[in-house]
């Protein structure tokens, strides 16, 4: 439920945009290996001249993969700096007027005025606004729409179709930011957009003999939307998240957190399909039950796949997290499932960084 003086209210995610090199080879890796569905295409048989895009989904969960055609295309120019990632984090609202309204003149700046497009489906009212680094947030209004995405795509049905990995919906998106910006974009997301901070840890919290990082989570009034930022702090040597802005040539998505309710079965099926995931120390899981008391699901299963648990006042979580999915060490996925817990899994960050170290050792980037 939206409180009524929300002045930016929020239904969910509408889709994640990523520019990419290769539209057509991301989608089919996706479909292939997390198990998206196809939804929708656009390029050259639609009317496009200078990109493609293919739609995808699994659950609420929607992927665009968008790459230019030409040369002299802003899509072209993101991805020669920051190689694939993640361009839009679109919102699903009511009143994408509004939306521009009410955060703009909070100061966010413009990147799509409120424009409608329509088709025989109906019509959506689109408008935009930038965040950390090149990422933007688009707004969406799609009450009086009823096509397969948005005005401009076909249904895409290809008959390479494999099936789907549970993958339910959108938990939260993590930005990484730039040295010394954590404040000025919590103050954003706070001022701009109403968000509240649920949570903050720093370096004192958070830190393995080389990796230091500030965090702090910033949510929508309804905790629809939750969007953790991380900044970089100075270690004995470098961080993953300065290695992930040193790559990324700035700031911009980090992890998109997918929520599953049978984490053993989906990170099985991912596994399978040749996902890779990063692995803590066995000995995570020799004190695992000392740590976080009983839970449903068999420890040794739970070691066998790597998954990680761990409990906040409210319950417990289990999650993992994928290596980099594209060449730079930059944007991967967290495969979470919540009993309860409403944290971030912070009893499982010194592990994972211990873990990510090595793989940063392997990469000569630590
Ligand atoms: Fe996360």
């Not at 439920?1 to 945009?17: A, C, K, Q, R, S």
């Not at 005025?113 to 688009?138: F, L």
């Not at 899981?285 to 068999?298: F, H, M, P, S, W």
Request: glycine share 8%; with cysteine; charged share 25%.
């Amino acid at each position: 439920m939206n409180p009524p003086n929300d002045f930016l209210p929020i239904n969910g995610t509408d889709y994640v945009e990523f520019y990419v090199g290769n539209a057509k080879q991301a989608a089919h890796y996706y479909q292939s290996a997390f198990g998206f569905q196809p939804l929708a295409y656009a390029g050259l048989e639609t009317g496009l001249k200078d990109r493609t895009s293919y739609v995808i989904r699994q659950g609420k969960i929607t992927f665009v993969f968008t790459t230019a055609l030409i040369p002299d295309s802003p899509i072209a120019d993101h991805c020669k700096l920051h190689g694939d990632g993640v361009k839009v984090v679109a919102l699903w609202v009511d009143d994408a007027r509004k939306s521009f309204e009410e955060t703009t003149k909070r100061g966010a700046r413009a990147y799509i005025q409120p424009t409608i497009s329509n088709d025989a489906h109906g019509e959506v009212v689109i408008s935009g606004i930038h965040t950390y680094g090149e990422t933007v947030h688009v707004f969406v209004e799609r009450r009086n729409y009823h096509g397969v995405f948005l005005p401009g795509f076909v249904k895409w049905e290809p008959y390479y179709c494999p099936g789907t990995t549970g993958l339910q919906y959108v938990d939260h998106i993590v930005g990484n930011v730039n040295w010394g910006e954590m404040d000025i974009w919590a103050k954003f997301y706070h001022d701009v957009m109403g968000f509240n901070q649920l949570i903050s840890f720093d370096d004192t919290d958070i830190s393995t003999e080389y990796t230091a990082l500030m965090s702090k989570v910033m949510a929508s009034s309804n905790l629809y939307i939750k969007f953790p930022l991380n900044e970089p702090a100075h270690g004995i040597k470098k961080s993953q998240i300065e290695e992930y802005i040193d790559f990324y040539k700035g700031g911009g998505v980090q992890h998109v957190a997918m929520a599953t309710n049978n984490i053993l079965e989906t990170v099985a099926a991912l596994k399978n399909r040749g996902v890779e995931f990063l692995r803590v120390p066995d000995i995570y899981y020799d004190t695992l039950k000392q740590r976080v008391g009983n839970i449903d699901e068999a420890i040794e299963l739970i070691r066998e796949l790597g998954i990680l648990v761990d409990r906040d006042e409210d319950g417990y979580l289990l999650q993992i997290f994928s290596k980099p999915v594209q060449d730079r060490p930059t944007v991967f996925y967290e495969i979470i499932q919540r009993k309860g817990a409403k944290s971030f899994g912070k009893g499982n960050f010194k592990a994972l960084f211990e873990s990510i170290e090595l793989e940063q050792e392997r990469r000569g980037t630590l």
